[in-house]
């Protein structure tokens, strides 16, 4: 745990200038099996320290590998040296940042930190289930993973907090062959926010879900091609949040928009059907805590909701400090930084579409042609809004009930246009919070919500 000699440097902090000193220890354990054997077996701690200023409408920055006073007092000093030489030779003329008042969010318990070998024995036993009751698989991968990012925020105006953030995956993924010799593969990740010990405690719980994803794998064995073109679709909770992320969420980051994105010209305008609301989410979201919770940002930025769509209209942008000025919002704790030598970027929490009130089953009846997508493995979009996903798991829909299986499809569109489409949203929502955002630094992100039913592009064979 990061002791706190980080406090006792705010009396060096320059007067007049926002500045934010933090201390970092990035975790990460990891252990990959394939087939078997090891072939990945990572531990590793990255601590150090890093210092911002803003003056003049510039920042200052440094940071040193190294977590001690001495560091605390180096990088400090060369962040305020690097503020004022900015504002000296390139100043922007800029007004200083709104102060925040001062508060003091509470320190967070130390975390257990399980043995490599913990890691290695659940990944073992686990795999060894697979191996044993599907012999036919064409290859298995296990992983076993914990990481989390503990800081340490000291600020000039705003909240200082200590912040922990472990986070647990198990990760099993299988390849089967169709009859035609063409791999088709399935992957699941289990587990979420805490430490490993607190999401695995057993590997026998887990397998009623992995036989579930072995069932699921042999149907897409058998599956079919779906029909290329525009069609009514249900997209299930996960593929939701993929697009509530990569195709939404990136447009409406306020660098991104004062960059041009689609979102720079539609604020307060329609963007989406009456159905859609989209909030991207500090630490609880529908009465529940959220997968990743976060409570302050690196700034100091006390974390609050973002709310993005309401009932359709766009009615705000993710901010830190800098560009809630701009726009004339408030900063809701979106400036995030993966590691000690990163400054602050602004980053997407934990964000969802809101549930509405239909039921899955009756989403399902009320398409006489078209498809239940389930998961995706990767997408990407751009800031116009137009995106592409893969579908790694879903259904035909006919005559309102599922039939075959879907072998890997993509689908494609225009958010904004896609989203004027939804007619249908079910009452349940699915959190998905196992991968990174890669925004230039990696950053874990919880993202999710409800079917939607809608019609967008499908490719085919």
């Not at 302050?296 to 809630?324: C, F, H, K, Q, W």
């Not at 989403?363 to 997508?373: K, Q, R």
């Amino acid at each position: 745990m990061l002791q706190d000699i980080l406090t006792a440097r705010k009396a060096l902090f320059a007067t007049g200038a926002h500045t934010e000193l933090r201390g970092q220890n990035s975790r990460n354990r990891r252990v990959v099996l394939l087939n078997g054997d090891v072939v990945g077996n990572v531990r590793s701690d990255v601590s150090g320290i890093s210092a911002r200023v803003y003056r003049g409408g510039v920042y200052g920055f440094s940071s040193m590998a190294e977590y001690s006073a001495e560091a605390a007092e180096t990088v400090l000093k060369a962040a305020t040296e690097n503020a004022a030489f900015m504002d000296r030779h390139a100043p922007a003329g800029k007004p200083d940042i709104p102060p925040l008042p001062l508060k003091q969010y509470p320190a967070q318990a130390d975390i257990e930190d399980a043995a490599q070998k913990i890691y290695v024995e659940f990944a073992r036993e686990a795999d060894a289930y697979v191996a044993k009751k599907y012999p036919d698989l064409v290859s298995r991968r296990l992983v076993t993973m914990e990481d989390s990012m503990e800081k340490l925020i000291i600020v000039s105006d705003g909240t200082d907090a200590h912040i922990m953030a472990p986070r647990a995956y198990t990760y099993v993924m299988m390849t089967a062959q169709t009859k035609e010799g063409m791999p088709v593969e399935l992957f699941k990740a289990f587990g979420g926010k805490g430490t490993f010990g607190m999401n695995f405690s057993d590997p026998a719980k887990l397998y009623p879900e992995i036989d579930e994803l072995y069932e699921r794998l042999m149907q897409k064995r058998e599956g079919v091609y779906a029909d290329a073109g525009e069609k009514t679709v249900i997209l299930d909770g996960m593929m939701t949040g993929m697009l509530s992320h990569e195709a939404v969420g990136h447009t409406v980051e306020a660098d991104l928009v004062l960059g041009g994105s689609v979102a720079a010209h539609n604020l307060n305008k329609r963007v989406a059907s009456d159905l859609v609301t989209l909030t991207d989410f500090a630490h609880t979201a529908f009465g529940e805590e959220c997968p990743l919770p976060v409570f302050v940002d690196d700034e100091g930025t006390e974390a609050t909701d973002a709310p993005l769509i309401e009932n359709g209209i766009l009615t705000g942008y993710m901010n830190n400090r800098e560009s809630a000025q701009h726009f004339g919002m408030q900063p809701q704790g979106n400036a995030r930084a993966w590691s000690f030598s990163d400054e602050p970027l602004i980053r997407m929490r934990n964000t969802s579409i809101h549930p509405g009130k239909d039921k899955l089953e009756d989403m399902i009846a009320s398409i006489d042609d078209g498809y239940y997508l389930i998961d995706s493995n990767n997408g990407q979009a751009d800031t116009t809004g137009e995106f592409m996903f893969g579908v790694t798991m879903g259904y035909e829909i006919k005559g309102g009930k599922l039939g075959k299986a879907l072998l890997d499809t993509t689908i494609s569109g225009v958010a904004f246009d896609m989203l004027k489409t939804v007619d249908m949203v079910s009452d349940k929502v699915t959190w998905c919070s196992s991968g990174y955002c890669g925004k230039k630094q990696p950053m874990p992100v919880g993202m999710g919500g409800p079917a939607l039913r809608c019609k967008v592009k499908i490719g085919g064979r």
